[in-house]
């Protein structure tokens, strides 16, 4: 505690750096996957190769994707843009299956319905399939947001900070106080996100009160370092 | 692209290879951590899930579990046994553990849980005993999902076995870091490519293993 109390303003700037990485993977991933999720539902060739790519690409380990990137993207190995990108993509891995599934299931009448009502394809899509896709679309993004914070922390043994700045340090100098107060932290950062996220969909999805089974079916998907 | 190639050329040197320091040990010591800390997740979490997925007991706890494994920083856990446990191979041995439980668990569990009810109670009415209906019914139909856990476990453990080099380990990820320290960008490459190949040679395997686990009458296609 006494480690936390002197160290309270550095530990803060890698909150903040922390939020700064993490937040804009978490956004891109979930207004990105919609439109592929629609895609692969609507586009049978693209289906295959953007739900099998998916999954494989869910298989590549964090740090070495770190390393990667830059020689695809152009971008300086310390370069925090390289995590944002990665961690988009794994933001992507995870949620296009799901907006896929989400997006199909939504109940066929009801989108028969609208178009009945002469719904214009775009305000159907908007006003109907995606707030009946919405609760699974959630479990989904709540999966993401988690994971993306957690894998923000691997950037610092490339030397970009965030809160994993406080395992690198604490393990250099052998400060367990350092190590205990990052894990905290970045634990709390993901509830706070995840919490905000259950909230915004009480908000805009007032007639679920109940998670969707998508969260069962991800239970078997653990996040990857 | 100038990368690339240099780092094509430095996995494809034979004079890397052999040796205590070879690419062929550290690709060993890789997979073998990630075999030896998946076993003993598997030794505790398969029987623990497959208990609750039968009696439907602790579910919570194994849910909660599960996602809370979600949000634990892989670098945290690594690091924190590093200094607790020193140098070596025990500290991200028990972080392998560790972070591989989860999934078996979770995979266990599932498998268990999500076989057709009518399937269990046939099963009873037949006769079975709870043991029977638990090795012969619940178990074979959960295969497929627990195969799929075990396979995100193996998973998580070669991206951390990368990261345990950091505080010391063995495996590709020695490369890695020191490419880090000496600035040598292609070898870090390599490494990273290595890894990335490994991990999808696995995750290939493990699709394949989890489409023959399925019980020839429920198999899809």
Known sequence: MNWLANNLDVVGGHLLSHLLLAVPPIVFSFLLAIPAGWLANRVRWLRAPLLTGAGLFYAIPSLPLFVVLPVIIGTGIRDPLNIVVALTLYGLALMVPVAADALRQVDARAVDAADAL???????????????????????????????????????????????????????????????????ATVALALVIDGLLVLAGRALLPWTRRAPRTEAALATRGAGA | ?????????????????????????????????????????????????????????????????????????????????????????????????????????????????????????????????????????????????????????????????TLAAY?????????????????DYPQMLAASLLVVALALVCDLVFAALQRVAAPAGVRPH
């Open chain 2, 167 to 183: 505080v010391g380990a063995g495996g590709l990820g020695r490369y890695l870091f020191l490419g880090l320290k000496t600035q």
């Open chain 1, 118 to 184: 002469g719904y214009p394809p775009l305000r159907r899509f908007l006003g109907v399939d995606l707030p009946l896709a919405g609760p699974a679309l959630l479990a989904g993004l709540r999966v993401v947001a988690v994971s993306t914070v957690s894998l923000v922390t691997v950037g610092a043994v490339l030397g970009i900070p965030s809160l994993g700045m406080l395992f690198t340090d604490g393990f250099q100098r052998g400060i367990i106080a350092s190590v205990l107060t990052g894990i905290g």
């Open chain 2, 1 to 161: 692209m100038n990368y690339l190639l240099d780092a094509l050329a430095w996995i494809a040197d034979p004079a890397r290879w052999p040796g205590p320091d070879g690419i062929a040990t550290r690709l060993g010591e890789h997979l073998a951590y990630s075999a030896v800390g998946v076993l003993i997740a598997c030794a505790i979490g398969i029987p623990a899930g497959w208990l609750v997925g039968h009696t439907r007991r602790g579910r919570g706890l194994a849910v909660g579990l599960s996602g809370a494994a979600r949000a634990l920083p892989t670098l945290g856990v690594v690091t924190l046994l590093g200094i607790l446990l020193g140098i070596g191979l025990v500290g991200p041995l028990v972080a392998f553990v560790v972070l591989a439980l989860p999934s078996v668990l979770a995979g266990a569990y599932a498998g268990v849980e999500a076989v057709d009810p009518q399937a269990v109670d046939g099963a009873r009415a037949s006769g079975m005993t709870e043991a029977q209906v638990l090795t012969r019914v619940e178990i074979p139909l959960g295969l497929p999902l627990l195969v799929g856990g075990v396979r995100s476990a193996f998973l998580q453990v070669i991206a951390t076995a």
